[in-house]
């Protein structure tokens, strides 16, 4: 059984067990997900934007955001997509 909540402790009678099994997500800390796939996200909403966004200013939006420390202002990242 899944549960989009966390159980409250209860108590069991005597012999008796229970078992949970905890799913993690992707991107959980104990599962980090590789960039790969954030990458392929990104190009998909990119894709379907209400106004075209160029595979060009994709690529450079993913180039800047590895690179947020190094870049003066951040307004060059927002201003890649008005």
């Known amino acids: 059984m899944l549960l ?3 159980l409250s402790p209860r108590r069991l009678p005597e012999k008796e ?3 949970c099994l905890l799913i993690l997500p992707a991107g959980a800390p104990a599962l980090p997900r590789s960039d790969a796939p954030l990458h392929t996200t990104f190009r ?3 894709a ?3 106004r075209p966004i160029s595979a060009e200013v994709v690529e450079r939006a993913i180039q800047l955001v590895y690179h947020l420390d190094e870049i003066a202002d951040a307004v060059e990242l927002v201003q ?3």
């Open 80 to 82: 890649l997509f008005t």
């Open 44 to 46: 998909d909403c990119a």
């Open 17 to 19: 067990s229970a078992l």
């Open 4 to 6: 989009s909540r966390p």
């Open 48 to 50: 379907h934007a209400v």
